[in-house]
């Protein structure tokens, strides 16, 4: 236990050098707890075999403990090994021919523990980036509860209140595959 108190003090450390007063609380119970609720109870595991539903059936004392957990793995800067593996299924795409590897989309199966643990650390860290001014109001992608529609309606709305003899001009892009790309 004191070498995990040694680490543990060390990064906590590194978080006062990088600027932080103390280390951000990310897994309280009840965090934790809204977020077991949030999960679908028929969803795969990953190879762990841990279910969602199984989570969703943890006591209070238990919820306790894994939001403890999740708490040092985050201060410690520690993240398991077998959350980070994923068992891989390819699934043919709709409508399409399974001759080539580009017909078939990969399913991975994640460990259901690393998906929970990355879900309130990505809910905590977005919340701070538009609390501190890291990112704008107006970002919309990626962004839970925003969608891109506001935006696009918005610029509708104010090339609609421009003056007829005033000349309009759009430029959109459309990606193919963005996201199997690196930019």
Not at 138 to 166: I, K, W
């Amino acid at each position: 236990h004191e070498e995990v108190d040694d680490i543990i003090n060390g990064k906590r450390t590194n978080w006062r050098k990088e600027g932080w007063s103390e280390v951000p609380k990310m897994f309280s119970d009840s965090t934790l707890q809204s977020h077991l609720s949030a999960l679908k109870s028929r969803s795969a595991p990953g190879k762990d075999g841990v279910t969602n539903l199984c989570l969703k059936r943890l006591s209070k004392l238990s919820v306790l403990c894994l939001a403890r957990l999740f708490q040092l793995l985050f201060e410690s800067g520690v993240c398991p090994d077998e959350w980070r593996l994923a068992v891989l299924f390819p699934t043919p795409k709709a409508g399409k021919e399974q001759k080539h590897a580009l017909d078939l989309r990969p399913i991975a199966l994640t460990a259901t523990l690393g998906k929970l643990f990355e879900r309130v650390v990505n809910e905590n860290l977005m919340s701070m980036a538009l609390e501190k001014g890291f990112s704008s109001q107006e970002q919309c992608g990626f962004v839970r509860g925003r969608s891109t529609m506001g935006p696009t309606t918005r610029m509708v709305q104010r090339l609609r209140t421009l003056p007829m003899n005033r000349a309009r001009a759009g430029a959109f892009l459309d990606v193919k595959k963005a996201h199997n790309s690196v930019w």
